[in-house]
Protein backbone atom coordinates (compact mmCIF):
# COMPACT_ATOMS: atom_id res chain seq x y z
CA UNK A 1 0.00 0.00 0.00
CA UNK A 2 1.21 3.67 -0.99
CA UNK A 3 2.17 5.07 2.57
CA UNK A 4 0.40 8.52 1.35
CA UNK A 5 -2.57 7.00 0.93
CA UNK A 6 -2.44 5.08 4.33
CA UNK A 7 -1.51 7.96 5.63
CA UNK A 8 -4.38 10.13 4.46
CA UNK A 9 -7.53 9.05 6.44
CA UNK A 10 -5.53 9.46 9.74
CA UNK A 11 -5.24 13.00 8.88
CA UNK A 12 -8.87 13.56 8.07
CA UNK A 13 -10.18 11.69 10.90
CA UNK A 14 -8.16 14.35 13.18
CA UNK A 15 -9.08 17.15 11.52
CA UNK A 16 -12.63 16.34 11.71
CA UNK A 17 -12.20 15.34 15.19
CA UNK A 18 -11.19 18.64 15.89
CA UNK A 19 -13.16 20.68 13.73
CA UNK A 20 -16.55 18.99 16.16
CA UNK A 21 -15.36 19.15 19.19
CA UNK A 22 -13.41 22.79 19.34
CA UNK A 23 -16.20 24.75 18.42
CA UNK A 24 -18.32 22.47 20.79
CA UNK A 25 -16.21 23.39 23.72
CA UNK A 26 -16.50 27.43 22.59
CA UNK A 27 -19.93 27.36 22.29
CA UNK A 28 -20.74 26.18 25.96
CA UNK A 29 -18.24 28.39 27.62
CA UNK A 30 -18.66 31.65 25.40
CA UNK A 31 -21.75 31.95 23.31
CA UNK A 32 -23.21 35.40 23.79
CA UNK A 33 -26.58 34.11 24.30
CA UNK A 34 -25.82 31.88 26.92
CA UNK A 35 -23.96 34.58 28.56
CA UNK A 36 -26.23 37.21 27.96
CA UNK A 37 -29.22 34.13 29.42
CA UNK A 38 -27.17 33.50 32.87
CA UNK A 39 -26.60 37.31 33.45
CA UNK A 40 -30.53 37.74 33.36
CA UNK A 41 -31.36 34.98 35.24
CA UNK A 42 -29.00 36.37 37.49
CA UNK A 43 -30.25 39.78 37.70
CA UNK A 44 -33.87 38.25 38.02
CA UNK A 45 -32.57 36.43 41.33
CA UNK A 46 -30.41 38.88 42.23
CA UNK A 47 -33.29 41.30 42.57
CA UNK A 48 -35.18 39.35 45.18
CA UNK A 49 -31.56 38.79 47.43
CA UNK A 50 -31.36 42.23 47.18
CA UNK A 51 -34.51 43.32 48.44
CA UNK A 52 -34.20 40.59 51.29
CA UNK A 53 -31.18 42.34 52.18
CA UNK A 54 -31.96 45.37 52.35
CA UNK A 55 -34.15 44.15 55.61
CA UNK A 56 -31.14 42.97 57.04
CA UNK A 57 -28.85 46.15 56.33
CA UNK A 58 -31.61 48.53 57.94
CA UNK A 59 -31.77 46.89 61.22
CA UNK A 60 -28.42 46.38 61.53
CA UNK A 61 -27.21 49.82 60.88
CA UNK A 62 -29.75 50.57 63.67
CA UNK A 63 -29.44 47.97 66.16
CA UNK A 64 -26.31 45.98 64.98
CA UNK A 65 -28.55 43.09 64.95
CA UNK A 66 -28.72 40.32 62.56
CA UNK A 67 -31.92 39.92 61.99
CA UNK A 68 -31.93 35.40 61.17
CA UNK A 69 -35.59 35.62 61.40
CA UNK A 70 -36.45 37.78 58.26
CA UNK A 71 -36.18 35.27 55.80
CA UNK A 72 -39.30 33.40 57.48
CA UNK A 73 -41.13 36.72 56.95
CA UNK A 74 -40.33 35.84 53.39
CA UNK A 75 -41.96 32.62 53.36
CA UNK A 76 -45.04 34.08 55.50
CA UNK A 77 -45.72 36.76 53.04
CA UNK A 78 -45.66 33.76 50.50
CA UNK A 79 -47.68 31.81 52.37
CA UNK A 80 -50.55 34.32 53.23
CA UNK A 81 -50.41 34.10 49.57
CA UNK A 82 -50.89 31.04 47.96
CA UNK A 83 -53.79 31.01 50.69
CA UNK A 84 -55.70 33.14 49.22
CA UNK A 85 -55.17 32.59 45.38
CA UNK A 86 -58.03 29.83 45.12
CA UNK A 87 -60.41 31.90 46.82
CA UNK A 88 -60.08 34.61 44.41
CA UNK A 89 -59.15 32.18 41.34
CA UNK A 90 -62.85 30.68 42.24
CA UNK A 91 -64.22 33.99 42.64
CA UNK A 92 -63.42 34.67 38.55
CA UNK A 93 -60.42 37.69 39.66
CA UNK A 94 -58.25 37.85 36.83
CA UNK A 95 -54.87 36.43 37.67
CA UNK A 96 -52.87 39.17 37.38
CA UNK A 97 -55.61 41.36 39.58
CA UNK A 98 -54.82 38.11 42.12
CA UNK A 99 -51.62 38.75 41.89
CA UNK A 100 -51.72 42.32 43.28
CA UNK A 101 -54.56 41.49 45.95
CA UNK A 102 -52.49 38.62 47.16
CA UNK A 103 -49.64 40.75 47.71
CA UNK A 104 -51.20 43.79 49.24
CA UNK A 105 -52.37 41.18 51.83
CA UNK A 106 -49.45 39.92 52.25
CA UNK A 107 -47.39 42.98 53.21
CA UNK A 108 -49.52 44.59 55.86
CA UNK A 109 -49.35 40.62 57.39
CA UNK A 110 -45.35 40.55 57.47
CA UNK A 111 -45.48 43.77 58.63
CA UNK A 112 -47.49 43.58 61.77
CA UNK A 113 -45.15 40.37 62.21
CA UNK A 114 -42.08 41.83 62.08
CA UNK A 115 -43.24 44.27 64.59
CA UNK A 116 -44.21 41.91 66.62
CA UNK A 117 -40.84 39.85 66.53
CA UNK A 118 -39.27 43.21 67.18
CA UNK A 119 -41.26 44.00 70.41
CA UNK A 120 -41.20 40.73 72.13
CA UNK A 121 -37.80 39.34 70.84
CA UNK A 122 -35.50 42.62 70.38
CA UNK A 123 -36.37 45.03 72.18
CA UNK A 124 -35.72 43.73 75.90
CA UNK A 125 -32.72 42.30 74.76
CA UNK A 126 -31.84 45.45 73.32
CA UNK A 127 -29.07 46.28 75.66
CA UNK A 128 -27.87 42.58 76.29
CA UNK A 129 -24.49 41.19 75.05
CA UNK A 130 -24.65 40.49 71.21
CA UNK A 131 -24.65 37.23 71.41
CA UNK A 132 -28.33 37.15 73.51
CA UNK A 133 -29.94 38.69 70.65
CA UNK A 134 -28.09 36.66 67.73
CA UNK A 135 -29.17 33.36 69.41
CA UNK A 136 -33.18 34.73 69.93
CA UNK A 137 -33.59 35.51 66.25
CA UNK A 138 -32.22 32.16 65.08
CA UNK A 139 -34.81 30.78 67.48
CA UNK A 140 -37.33 32.66 66.59
CA UNK A 141 -36.56 31.71 62.87
CA UNK A 142 -36.98 28.08 63.99
CA UNK A 143 -40.20 29.00 65.79
CA UNK A 144 -41.64 30.68 62.76
CA UNK A 145 -41.29 27.55 60.69
CA UNK A 146 -42.85 25.76 63.22
CA UNK A 147 -45.81 27.69 63.04
CA UNK A 148 -46.03 27.87 59.51
CA UNK A 149 -45.81 24.02 59.62
CA UNK A 150 -48.83 23.42 61.86
CA UNK A 151 -50.80 26.02 60.05
CA UNK A 152 -49.86 24.94 56.36
CA UNK A 153 -48.60 21.30 56.72
CA UNK A 154 -45.37 20.15 55.68
CA UNK A 155 -46.08 19.63 52.54
CA UNK A 156 -44.97 22.02 49.10
CA UNK A 157 -47.72 24.21 47.89
CA UNK A 158 -48.36 24.77 44.43
CA UNK A 159 -48.47 28.17 43.44
CA UNK A 160 -50.03 28.71 40.24
CA UNK A 161 -49.12 31.28 37.15
CA UNK A 162 -51.02 34.03 37.74
CA UNK A 163 -49.41 35.89 34.37
CA UNK A 164 -49.00 34.49 31.13
CA UNK A 165 -46.33 32.34 30.42
CA UNK A 166 -45.17 33.50 26.66
CA UNK A 167 -41.64 34.11 27.00
CA UNK A 168 -40.31 37.67 25.76
CA UNK A 169 -36.83 37.22 23.93
CA UNK A 170 -34.47 39.79 24.40
CA UNK A 171 -31.25 39.92 22.18
CA UNK A 172 -31.15 36.16 21.84
CA UNK A 173 -32.13 35.67 25.33
CA UNK A 174 -35.60 35.16 26.98
CA UNK A 175 -37.39 36.15 29.94
CA UNK A 176 -40.93 35.41 31.39
CA UNK A 177 -43.28 37.82 32.15
CA UNK A 178 -42.65 37.11 35.58
CA UNK A 179 -39.66 37.41 35.87
CA UNK A 180 -40.04 40.73 33.75
CA UNK A 181 -42.20 41.82 37.05
CA UNK A 182 -39.62 40.74 39.06
CA UNK A 183 -37.07 43.26 38.00
CA UNK A 184 -39.29 45.93 37.81
CA UNK A 185 -40.64 45.58 41.12
CA UNK A 186 -38.10 44.88 42.33
CA UNK A 187 -36.18 48.21 40.78
CA UNK A 188 -38.92 49.92 41.45
CA UNK A 189 -39.21 48.88 45.73
CA UNK A 190 -35.65 49.57 46.23
CA UNK A 191 -35.79 53.11 44.52
CA UNK A 192 -38.51 53.94 46.68
CA UNK A 193 -36.37 52.92 49.81
CA UNK A 194 -33.41 55.25 49.11
CA UNK A 195 -35.75 58.04 48.41
CA UNK A 196 -37.16 57.28 51.87
CA UNK A 197 -34.27 57.06 53.15
CA UNK A 198 -32.49 60.12 51.63
CA UNK A 199 -35.66 62.72 51.86
CA UNK A 200 -38.22 61.92 54.09
CA UNK A 201 -38.32 63.07 57.99
CA UNK A 202 -39.05 59.27 59.01
CA UNK A 203 -35.90 58.74 56.84
CA UNK A 204 -33.84 61.66 58.57
CA UNK A 205 -34.93 59.74 61.82
CA UNK A 206 -33.66 56.74 60.86
CA UNK A 207 -30.50 58.28 60.13
CA UNK A 208 -30.22 59.91 63.35
CA UNK A 209 -30.91 56.83 65.65
CA UNK A 210 -28.60 55.13 63.18
CA UNK A 211 -26.33 57.78 64.15
CA UNK A 212 -26.64 57.66 67.88
CA UNK A 213 -30.02 56.98 69.40
CA UNK A 214 -29.68 58.80 72.53
CA UNK A 215 -28.66 62.32 70.72
CA UNK A 216 -31.72 61.44 68.62
CA UNK A 217 -33.73 61.07 71.23
CA UNK A 218 -32.30 64.18 73.07
CA UNK A 219 -34.01 65.90 69.67
CA UNK A 220 -36.92 64.52 69.60
CA UNK A 221 -37.03 61.39 67.72
CA UNK A 222 -38.52 58.11 69.29
CA UNK A 223 -35.83 55.61 68.94
CA UNK A 224 -38.35 52.98 69.38
CA UNK A 225 -40.83 54.47 66.42
CA UNK A 226 -38.20 54.25 64.38
CA UNK A 227 -36.90 51.15 64.96
CA UNK A 228 -40.13 49.04 64.91
CA UNK A 229 -40.63 51.22 61.77
CA UNK A 230 -37.25 49.79 60.32
CA UNK A 231 -39.09 46.48 61.30
CA UNK A 232 -42.07 47.11 59.15
CA UNK A 233 -40.18 48.52 55.99
CA UNK A 234 -37.96 45.78 55.73
CA UNK A 235 -41.08 43.31 56.21
CA UNK A 236 -42.67 44.73 53.33
CA UNK A 237 -39.82 44.20 51.68
CA UNK A 238 -39.71 41.01 52.34
CA UNK A 239 -43.47 40.08 51.75
CA UNK A 240 -43.21 40.88 48.00
CA UNK A 241 -40.09 39.29 47.75
CA UNK A 242 -42.05 36.11 49.02
CA UNK A 243 -44.79 36.63 46.57
CA UNK A 244 -42.30 37.34 43.55
CA UNK A 245 -40.24 34.27 44.75
CA UNK A 246 -43.47 31.99 44.71
CA UNK A 247 -44.55 33.48 41.45
CA UNK A 248 -41.35 32.39 40.48
CA UNK A 249 -40.83 28.74 41.35
CA UNK A 250 -44.52 28.09 41.36
CA UNK A 251 -43.92 26.35 44.86
CA UNK A 252 -44.43 27.06 49.02
CA UNK A 253 -43.40 25.67 51.65
CA UNK A 254 -42.77 26.34 55.57
CA UNK A 255 -38.90 26.13 55.08
CA UNK A 256 -38.66 27.81 51.97
CA UNK A 257 -37.18 31.48 53.52
CA UNK A 258 -33.87 29.65 55.05
CA UNK A 259 -31.79 29.88 52.14
CA UNK A 260 -32.68 33.12 50.55
CA UNK A 261 -32.81 34.49 54.05
CA UNK A 262 -28.71 33.50 54.14
CA UNK A 263 -27.88 34.24 50.63
CA UNK A 264 -29.81 37.34 51.21
CA UNK A 265 -27.50 38.06 54.41
CA UNK A 266 -24.66 37.35 52.23
CA UNK A 267 -25.38 39.65 49.79
CA UNK A 268 -25.74 42.19 52.55
CA UNK A 269 -21.87 41.54 53.98
CA UNK A 270 -20.89 41.11 49.93
CA UNK A 271 -21.87 44.90 49.83
CA UNK A 272 -21.30 46.21 52.72
CA UNK A 273 -23.84 45.22 55.96
CA UNK A 274 -25.46 48.20 56.86
CA UNK A 275 -25.25 50.39 53.42
CA UNK A 276 -28.29 50.14 51.32
CA UNK A 277 -26.17 50.61 48.18
CA UNK A 278 -23.66 48.06 49.05
CA UNK A 279 -27.27 45.93 50.11
CA UNK A 280 -28.51 46.13 46.31
CA UNK A 281 -24.98 46.28 44.68
CA UNK A 282 -24.34 42.80 46.68
CA UNK A 283 -27.74 41.55 46.01
CA UNK A 284 -27.04 41.65 42.36
CA UNK A 285 -23.66 40.54 42.45
CA UNK A 286 -24.73 37.62 44.56
CA UNK A 287 -27.31 36.82 41.89
CA UNK A 288 -24.99 36.89 38.99
CA UNK A 289 -22.19 35.09 40.38
CA UNK A 290 -24.33 32.17 41.64
CA UNK A 291 -26.37 32.10 38.02
CA UNK A 292 -23.23 31.75 36.18
CA UNK A 293 -21.73 29.19 38.47
CA UNK A 294 -25.08 27.44 37.94
CA UNK A 295 -24.43 27.63 34.09
CA UNK A 296 -21.43 26.74 33.76
CA UNK A 297 -19.96 24.60 36.61
CA UNK A 298 -20.70 21.14 34.56
CA UNK A 299 -18.32 22.63 31.90
CA UNK A 300 -15.79 23.96 33.93
CA UNK A 301 -15.60 20.26 36.02
CA UNK A 302 -16.15 18.76 33.27
CA UNK A 303 -19.27 16.87 34.74
CA UNK A 304 -18.44 15.89 38.04
CA UNK A 305 -20.46 19.01 39.63
CA UNK A 306 -23.92 19.62 38.03
CA UNK A 307 -25.99 22.95 38.57
CA UNK A 308 -27.51 21.86 41.88
CA UNK A 309 -24.24 22.52 43.17
CA UNK A 310 -24.73 26.50 42.70
CA UNK A 311 -25.39 27.33 47.27
CA UNK A 312 -21.26 26.46 46.93
CA UNK A 313 -20.79 29.93 45.10
CA UNK A 314 -22.64 31.81 47.04
CA UNK A 315 -21.21 30.63 50.79
CA UNK A 316 -17.66 30.52 49.26
CA UNK A 317 -18.51 34.51 48.40
CA UNK A 318 -19.39 34.91 52.07
CA UNK A 319 -16.27 33.00 53.34
CA UNK A 320 -13.67 34.67 51.13
CA UNK A 321 -15.15 38.18 52.11
CA UNK A 322 -15.05 37.31 55.37
CA UNK A 323 -11.80 36.56 55.53
CA UNK A 324 -10.40 39.02 52.82
CA UNK A 325 -12.94 42.30 53.02
CA UNK A 326 -14.92 42.18 56.28
CA UNK A 327 -16.25 45.75 55.43
CA UNK A 328 -17.51 44.50 52.00
CA UNK A 329 -17.84 45.95 48.87
CA UNK A 330 -19.34 49.45 49.36
CA UNK A 331 -17.66 49.61 53.07
CA UNK A 332 -19.71 48.73 56.21
CA UNK A 333 -21.53 51.61 57.32
CA UNK A 334 -22.14 51.59 60.87
CA UNK A 335 -22.15 54.81 63.43
CA UNK A 336 -19.25 54.88 66.34
CA UNK A 337 -21.26 55.00 69.50
CA UNK A 338 -18.83 55.15 71.54
Same mark, same amino acid.
Not at 84 to 111: D, F, N, Q, R
Not at 266 to 289: D, E, K, S, W, Y
Given at each position: ?? #??????????????????? *???????????????? *????????????????????????????????????L???????V?????????????????L??????????????????????? #???N?????????????????????????????????????????????? $?????? $???????????????????????????????? =??? $????????? =????A??F?????????????????? =??????????????????????????????????????? $?????????????????GS?? *?????????????????????????????
Amino acid at each position: MD #PARAETPVRSVHSARDRCV *QPRRGTQLFNFDILLQ *QILNGLVLGSVYAMVALGYTMVYGILQLINFAHGEVLMIGAMVAVWLVPTLLAAGVPGPLVLLIVTVAAIPVCMLLSMFIERVAYR #PLRNAPRLAPLITAIGMSIVLQTVAMIIWKPNPIVFPDLLPTDPVPIFGA $ILAPKQ $ILILVVAATMMTGLVLLVNRTKLGRAMRATAE =NPR $IAGLMGVNA =NQVIAATFAIGAALAAVAGVLVALNY =NIVHFSMGFIPGLKAFTAAVLGGIGNITGAVVGGLLLGI $IESLGAGYIGDLTGGFLGSHY *QDIFAFAVLILVLLFRPSGIMGERVADRA
